[in-house]
C-alpha cells in the first residue's frame, strides 16, 4: 500500500494532518459532544449522518457505512491514488517529500494526458496574465478591466488576462514549451481550420482562468472586446472540464463560506469578481448555465444558508427561482436578493458602490417565499377577486414546501390579515398540499444524534454474544493492557469470523509496539470490509472506564455462546448415531433437547 515510502513516513504525514481540518474542507463540520458531524460526501441525505473523531482521527458515516482516516477520505474523496492522497498531505502540512516520491505514481488517476492538460492550462493563465500587466500588446485588455472598475489588485488575485490578437503566437508559445497543437485543440486551447492552420481559440479577448476547488487551471473564459461572436467564449468540455460540476472561485471562496457559514451564488464570473472587490469573499458562480443538482449538493455540504444573487431581469429571476428550488430541495436555507429590474450585481455595485451593494442588496436579501409573494403580485391585479384568489392558492403552494412550522404560520398569518382569511382555513389547505407533496415537518432537534440512536437500536437487535464481542473489541482497540487480557484469555477463539479476523491483527499490531490508534491500525488491514468493519467498532460509545468484572462478563458471554453451540454440536453427533443404530425413539429425545436448547439460546439472545 505505501510503495517506497517507509511506514514511519506515512505515518508522522499523517499524524501530522488533523482530519476535522482535512474533511472539513470537503463538508461543513458542526460539533456535537467529543465528534464533529456534518453531511456525508459520499451520498445523498439532508440530515448529517457522517461523522468525524477529533480523538480517534477517524470518520464514518452511519448511512453509507463509509469511513477510514485523512488519507482513506481523500482517496475517495478525489479519486487518488495511496502515493497522491500522501502527497496531497505532504504539501499541506509542509512535510518534505523526496522528489523520487513526489514524481512516482505508477497508477495515478489523472492520467498523464490530464497531467499535460493542466501543464498546458498553467502555462497559459502565467502567458496571459503577463501580457496585460506586462506588455503593450496587453494594453487594450488592461484597460477595458480599469475601464470595468477592475482594479490592479483584483486583476492579480484573479489571475486575469489577456489573448492577443494573433493567429499563431499562443500555437508558437505552447509548441515551445513542448505541447502538441492538436492535443491542444482537443484541450479547448486551440482551434483548427480546414486546411490544418492553428490558432488561438481565445485571442481578442480578456481572460477569466477557470480553476477547480483545488485551484488547478482547467479552463478559460473569453471576453470579446473588439467586434467579435460570440461576446462570451468558454472553453469547451473535457475530463477536466465539466461546468455542471464546477462552481467559480469555490477555491478562493472556500474559507471564506466556511466562516460566514454561508455562499452568495451569482451567475456568472464577472459578477463574482466584482461583488469580490466589493467585499462580498464568499461569492461564487454558475458558468453560464443553470445550477446543476450536483452543483447544489455541493454548496449543501458547506453551507445551511445560500442567497442567490441574479440579474434583477425577468430571465434573472427565473433562473433564481430554478436556483433556489434546487437548493432548497438540497436542505439549504435560501435567501433571495433583489435588484431593481434590468441591473446586474455588476451595474449595482458601479452606480450604487460597495456599502450599499452589501447592505442594500445582500444584507436584505428576501427569504424565499417571501420574493415570491413580491414577485407574484406583479403577475396579478389583487383588485380583482380572481386573481386575488390565484395568488393566495399560489403562495399557499410554495408556503406548502417550507419545513419549519414558525416560517409557515408568519406566512399565513400575512395572507390571513391582508386578506382577511381565516388562519384554520389556510392552515387546513397547506396541511392537504403538504401531505400531497410528501412534506413533514423537519425539526433540527436530534438531528446529529439521529444517526448514534440508530447505531445502538441496531446493536440491540443483535445476539447477546455478538454485541459482548464488539463492545469488547471497541475497548481492545483503545487500550492495549484489554487487548493483552483478551488475547491470554480467549486469544482468536471469537464466534464471528470477521471479529476473529479483526483480533489476529489486533494481536499482532500491538506486537509490534504500536500504541492504540484506529487512524494507524487500519492502515494494517488488506480488506475494505474489514476496516470499515473496524471504523464502525471505533466510533461506538463506550465508556471511558470499564472495570475487569466487565470485561469478565464479555467473556463469559462469548465463552457461553462457542459452549452452547459446542453441546449442540455433540448432540447432533449422538442423534446421528441413534439413527445409525436404528433406534428412532432414541434419536426423537435428542431431537426434542436439541430443539429446547436452540429456543434458551434465542431468549438468552
Given at each position: ?10 505515518d508522522?504525514i ?6 476535522v481540518d482535512?474533511?472539513g474542507?470537503y463538508?461543513q463540520?458542526k ?6 458531524f456534518?453531511l ?16 480517534k482521527?477517524?470518520?464514518?458515516c ?5 469511513g477510514g482516516?485523512?488519507i ?19 504539501d499541506?502540512s ?5 522528489e ?11 492520467s498523464k494526458?490530464?497531467?499535460t492538460?493542466l501543464d498546458a492550462?498553467?502555462w ?6 503577463h501580457?496585460?500587466?506586462n506588455?503593450k500588446e ?6 477595458y478591466l480599469?475601464?470595468?472598475?477592475f482594479t490592479d489588485?483584483?486583476i ?6 489577456y489573448a ?10 505552447l509548441?515551445?514549451?513542448?505541447f ?8 479547448g ?7 490544418g492552420e492553428y490558432?488561438?481559440?481565445f485571442?481578442g ?13 482547467v479552463a ?6 473588439f ?13 477536466l ?8 472561485n469555490?477555491?478562493?471562496a ?7 457559514g454561508?455562499?452568495?451564488l451569482?451567475e456568472?464570473y464577472v459578477?463574482?469578481?466584482a461583488a469580490?472587490?466589493a ?9 453560464g ?7 447544489a ?5 458547506y453551507?445551511?444558508q445560500?442567497?442567490?444573487?441574479y440579474?434583477g431581469?425577468r430571465p434573472?429571476?427565473?433562473a433564481?427561482?430554478k436556483?433556489?428550488?434546487l437548493?432548497?430541495k ?6 433571495m436578493?433583489?435588484?431593481p ?8 455595485i ?22 415570491i ?12 377577486e380572481?386573481?386575488?384568489i390565484?395568488?393566495?392558492e399560489k403562495v399557499?403552494?410554495?408556503?406548502a414546501t ?5 416560517e409557515r ?17 389556510l ?6 398540499l403538504?401531505k400531497?407533496?410528501?412534506k413533514?415537518?423537519?425539526?433540527k432537534e436530534?438531528r ?8 445502538n437500536?441496531e446493536a440491540k437487535l443483535?445476539p ?6 464488539r ?13 493483552d487480557?483478551?488475547q ?8 464471528i469470523s470477521d ?6 491483527y489486533?494481536y499482532?499490531?500491538?506486537e509490534?509496539g504500536?500504541e492504540?490508534?484506529a487512524?494507524l ?10 476496516r ?6 471505533a ?12 470485561i469478565n462478563?464479555?467473556?463469559r458471554l462469548?465463552r ?14 449422538q ?6 443404530r436404528n ?6 429425545e ?6 429446547q436448547m436452540k429456543?434458551?439460546?434465542?431468549k438468552?439472545?
Amino acid at each position: 500500500m505505501s510503495g517506497h515510502l517507509p511506514e514511519e513516513t506515512i505515518d508522522e504525514i499523517r499524524r501530522s494532518n488533523d482530519i476535522v481540518d482535512v474533511v472539513g474542507e470537503y463538508v461543513q463540520l458542526k460539533k456535537q459532544g467529543r465528534n464533529y458531524f456534518g453531511l456525508c460526501p459520499f451520498h445523498g441525505e439532508k440530515t448529517p449522518s457522517f461523522s468525524v473523531s477529533l480523538d480517534k482521527q477517524i470518520f464514518h458515516c452511519f448511512g453509507c457505512g463509509k469511513g477510514g482516516n485523512a488519507i482513506t477520505f481523500l482517496i475517495e474523496m478525489e479519486g487518488y491514488t495511496f502515493i497522491q492522497a500522501i502527497r496531497h498531505l505532504a504539501d499541506k502540512s509542509g512535510y518534505h517529500l523526496p522528489e523520487e516520491v513526489r514524481s512516482s505514481d505508477s497508477s495515478q488517476s489523472s492520467s498523464k494526458e490530464d497531467q499535460t492538460v493542466l501543464d498546458a492550462n498553467n502555462w497559459l493563465m502565467k502567458l496571459y496574465h503577463h501580457l496585460l500587466r506586462n506588455t503593450k500588446e496587453g494594453k487594450e485588455g488592461y484597460a477595458y478591466l480599469i475601464e470595468r472598475g477592475f482594479t490592479d489588485e483584483i486583476i492579480d488575485r484573479f489571475q486575469l488576462g489577456y489573448a492577443p490578437n494573433s493567429k499563431d503566437f499562443v500555437v508558437r508559445f505552447l509548441e515551445k514549451k513542448g505541447f502538441h497543437p492538436q492535443a491542444m485543440v482537443k484541450a479547448g486551447l486551440l482551434s483548427v481550420n480546414d486546411h490544418g492552420e492553428y490558432s488561438d481559440r481565445f485571442r481578442g479577448r480578456v481572460i477569466f482562468p477557470i480553476r477547480n476547488h483545488l485551484g488547478k487551471t482547467v479552463a478559460f473564459g473569453g471576453r470579446a472586446i473588439f467586434d467579435q461572436e460570440p461576446k462570451y467564449l468558454n472553453s469547451p468540455e473535457t475530463e477536466l472540464f465539466q461546468k455542471g460540476k464546477l462552481l467559480y472561485n469555490f477555491d478562493l471562496a472556500r474559507s471564506a463560506i466556511r466562516k460566514k457559514g454561508s455562499v452568495i451564488l451569482f451567475e456568472g464570473y464577472v459578477d463574482v469578481i466584482a461583488a469580490n472587490q466589493a467585499g462580498v469573499e464568499n461569492g461564487i458562480g454558475t458558468l453560464g448555465t443553470s445550477i446543476t443538482e450536483q452543483q447544489a449538493k455541493l454548496i449543501r455540504r458547506y453551507v445551511d444558508q445560500a442567497i442567490v444573487c441574479y440579474d434583477g431581469d425577468r430571465p434573472g429571476i427565473e433562473a433564481s427561482l430554478k436556483a433556489a428550488k434546487l437548493l432548497m430541495k438540497t436542505g439549504c436555507q435560501v435567501k433571495m436578493a433583489r435588484l431593481p429590474d434590468g441591473m446586474d450585481p455588476d451595474d449595482y455595485i458601479k452606480a450604487y458602490g460597495a456599502e450599499r451593494f452589501q447592505n442594500e442588496v445582500i444584507g436584505a436579501s428576501d427569504t424565499y417565499v417571501a420574493f415570491i409573494m413580491r414577485h407574484l403580485r406583479k403577475e396579478f391585479n389583487l383588485n380583482l377577486e380572481g386573481d386575488r384568489i390565484t395568488y393566495v392558492e399560489k403562495v399557499l403552494k410554495e408556503v406548502a414546501t417550507v419545513d419549519r412550522a414558525i416560517e409557515r404560520e408568519h406566512y399565513l398569518q400575512e395572507l390571513a390579515n391582508e386578506f382577511e382569511l381565516s388562519m384554520d382555513t389556510l392552515k387546513d389547505e397547506v396541511a392537504k398540499l403538504s401531505k400531497r407533496q410528501g412534506k413533514r415537518d423537519n425539526t433540527k432537534e436530534n438531528r446529529y444524534t439521529n444517526s448514534i440512536q440508530r447505531q445502538n437500536s441496531e446493536a440491540k437487535l443483535l445476539p447477546a454474544f455478538h454485541n459482548a464481542e464488539r463492545a469488547l473489541l471497541a475497548y481492545m482497540l483503545r487500550d492495549a493492557t484489554i487487548a493483552d487480557k483478551v488475547q491470554h484469555e480467549l486469544g482468536g477463539n471469537f464466534n464471528i469470523s470477521d471479529h476473529q479476523v479483526i483480533v489476529t491483527y489486533l494481536y499482532a499490531y500491538f506486537e509490534e509496539g504500536n500504541e492504540p490508534d484506529a487512524s494507524l491500525f487500519i492502515e494494517k488491514l488488506p480488506d475494505p470490509d474489514l476496516r470499515s468493519l473496524v471504523i464502525q467498532l471505533a466510533m461506538m460509545h463506550v465508556q471511558d472506564d470499564i472495570s475487569d468484572r466487565e470485561i469478565n462478563d464479555y467473556i463469559r458471554l462469548i465463552r457461553a455462546e462457542q459452549s452452547d453451540k459446542s453441546d449442540i454440536r455433540s448432540l447432533q453427533e449422538q442423534q446421528k448415531d441413534a439413527e445409525k443404530r436404528n433406534d428412532p425413539i432414541k434419536a426423537a429425545e435428542i431431537a426434542m433437547q436439541i430443539l429446547q436448547m436452540k429456543k434458551d439460546l434465542k431468549k438468552q439472545h
